[in-house]
């Protein structure tokens, strides 16, 4: 999950290839009805059952009522996913690919409805995690970072399920942002604000103080009353004290394999797989040595 361009379906695509490179099994998902490019073609996709481009054209909905409609629909057809995830054993890892509305997660009941049909609460008894990634950029603007950070604790309280929340793209801070700076936006906090390099004391008088235009986007973001919602909102996170995140470059095999890690931790993967007895992994062993 999370905002559009946050990096989902690569992420996705990445989490695939490292699974299949350490031959394990897995199932692709795709709930986004306005996908169209994908690096590995979905097991099952919701284009199958409707598309946002049907819906804008027949209802005459914008994107995001389009998209909005398209799940209600998938909620009133929810045998669409439990004919091809009840067949699943536990051996496999279910990824499911979201879009970038983020309303879906943090404000319509939407999507939390469809985790409790698919959880133990449901009746596919599927133990879930949700992924919730932020574009890494946006710790260059402390305002961005903390609307973000806001977001994603709005969809832990959504869903009420087990949460990671992923820093993506950190390889395009690279020559920006120092390995030490960087590891202050693991654990959003008021810190964070005090040495904000956008606030000065010119920027915290208000816009009305100057003279500026108070409908000017400029002077709003400029005046205090902005410095001091965002100061709001970070105490906000700082006192739920429920985020933090982890850091992802999908292009390294090592950062991938790190929040798989979690993710594994998260939904209890190696405890639900079944014990082998020796001769079992002896007997794996010598069928690949003859295989190759």
Known sequence: MGPAGAGKT??????????????????????????????YEPDLDI?????????????????????????????????????????????????????????LYTHIPV?????????????????????????????????????????????????????????????????????????????????LLEDDPADTEETLVSAQDTGLDPLNSGSLMAGGSFKRLNRAVAQLIDDFSMVQFHKLDAQDEDSVGAILSFIDDAIQYHEAQEPREPNDTNENVWEDANMS
Do not use: W
């Not at 031959?23 to 994908?38: G, H, Q, W």
């Not at 914008?62 to 051996?91: K, Q, S, V, Y």
């Not at 806001?150 to 832990?156: N, R």
């Open 10 to 39: 690569t992420f996705c695509s990445a989490l695939i290839q490292h699974l299949r490179m350490n031959k394990r099994s897995c199932f692709y998902i795709n709930l986004d009805p306005a996908a169209e490019d994908f690096v």
């Open 111 to 191: 999507v939390p409805t469809i985790v409790k049909h698919l959880t133990r609460t449901g009746a596919l008894n599927v133990n879930m995690c949700a992924a919730y990634l932020l574009e890494a950029t946006s710790v260059i603007d402390r305002a961005k970072y903390f609307a973000g950070t806001l977001s994603a604790m709005s969809a832990m309280i959504m869903l009420e399920m087990p949460h990671l929340n992923i820093l993506s793209k950190v390889d395009l801070l690279k020559g920006t942002i120092s390995k030490k700076e960087m590891k202050r936006f693991i654990d959003p906090d008021t810190s």
């Open 47 to 103: 284009k199958d059952l409707i598309t946002l481009e049907d819906v804008m054209e027949e209802i005459g909905l914008g994107p995001n009522g389009g998209l909005i409609h398209c799940f209600e629909f998938l909620l009133e057809n929810l045998d669409f996913l439990d004919e091809a995830i009840d067949p699943l054993t536990e051996e496999y890892l279910i990824i499911i690919d979201m879009p970038g509305q983020i309303e």
